[in-house]
């Protein structure tokens, strides 16, 4: 059993709310992601559920049972860092086996479980090798090894791919999320990369200033924001967000419209505009357009689209698509 619930918890440095209150509800097995930018409270509120910061208020339940004053050793989880925190002068064997060798554990019994985790991360041929001999994709796997043999209620992770390369974070993503399907443990998961929470996550908490803006699956914050700044975090480009006249047709103060809801034409459409850059991805080409009236656009075409900077474009944006936001930045159903 893995199930983390959180009531009315707060933390304050001085007089400064961090986490001015929280309520939140994390199902067994689940796969839970907060995301939201540096300084919005993600790593401190993953660090309150783990024990390694006190709360000031509130309470926080695992399994049922309170362990808001409870040590981290006595809280049944295991936390996964940024930094691998490996121990350079121990084999990963060693390193694996660390917290279970700290626990007393039989020497059979820590022979089974290294091994075992091994196996489920690929990293049998490497047992012998150190920390030092390992890419940093193999020394996060040797990280999450040392977790998995804990076999913790909920594993917790701290933006663990930052410090890797963008082909290495894709294949690691994969790989976590892979894992997650073979243990079905909990996880909860603490990242600034919405692409990482979109990709990887059951559940997503949209975090800012410390408050939650939205929880919901990836599709339901992708399809409906409940607010701009959820709309404006979610989805890669960002979301187009459009005031004035054009919003004012639609009953609202700001219309937002994805980049990909966007279709393009040479000759006709419902706003026009010049093409500034292009970014020519492969598959996709995303055209950043100067419209007017309407300022800066972003939208999303097919790979093979022909078109030069400076050209004129019309566009017509998918209008039962369209997000529309009231003068609070709340939006409109």
């Known amino acids: 059993m893995g199930s983390i619930s959180l ?4 933390k304050s440095f001085g007089t400064t709310d961090v986490i001015p209150g929280i309520d939140l509800d994390i199902e067994d097995g689940e796969f839970v992601v907060f995301v939201g930018p540096s300084g919005c409270g993600k790593s401190t509120l993953l660090r309150l559920i783990a024990g390694l910061e006190d709360t000031t208020g509130g309470q926080i339940l695992i399994d049922g049972k309170d362990v808001t004053a409870a040590a981290p050793a006595k809280r049944g989880l295991a936390m996964v860092f940024q930094s691998y925190a490996l121990y350079p002068h121990m084999t990963v064997y060693n390193n694996i086996a660390f917290p279970l060798k700290m626990d007393s554990q039989p020497k059979d019994v820590i022979d089974r479980k290294v091994r075992d ?19 940093g994709g ?22 663990p791919l930052s410090n890797l390369d963008a082909a290495l974070r894709g294949t690691m993503r994969i790989e976590i999320s892979e894992l997650h399907q073979q243990l079905k443990t909990t996880m909860v998961y603490v990242t600034h990369d919405q692409i990482e929470a979109m990709t990887m996550a059951d559940k997503i908490v949209v975090l800012n200033a410390g408050r939650i803006e939205q929880v919901g699956s990836p599709l339901d914050l992708y399809r409906t924001p409940a607010n701009l700044f959820v709309a404006g975090f979610i989805g890669s480009p960002r979301m187009n967000m459009i005031e004035g006249a054009e919003a004012g047709k639609m009953q609202a103060k700001t219309i937002g419209v994805r980049p990909e809801h966007i279709r393009l034409s040479p000759t006709e459409g419902a706003w026009s505009g010049t093409v500034g850059v292009t970014e020519h991805l492969g598959s996709d080409t995303l055209l950043h357009i100067d419209a007017d009236e309407l300022g800066p656009i972003t939208a999303r075409a097919d790979g093979e689209f022909a078109v030069r900077s400076g050209q004129r474009i019309f566009m017509t944006p998918d209008r039962a698509r369209m997000h529309r936001f009231d003068e609070k930045g709340l939006a409109i159903r």
């Open 117 to 135: 985790a091994a196996r489920v991360l690929n990293l049998t041929n490497y047992l012998d090798r150190r920390p030092g001999q390992l890419s």
């Open 138 to 159: 193999q020394r996060q796997r040797v990280a999450i090894g040392r977790a998995i043999v804990r076999q913790p209620s909920a594993f917790l992770f701290d933006e």
């Open 7 to 10: 009531s009315s918890v707060r």
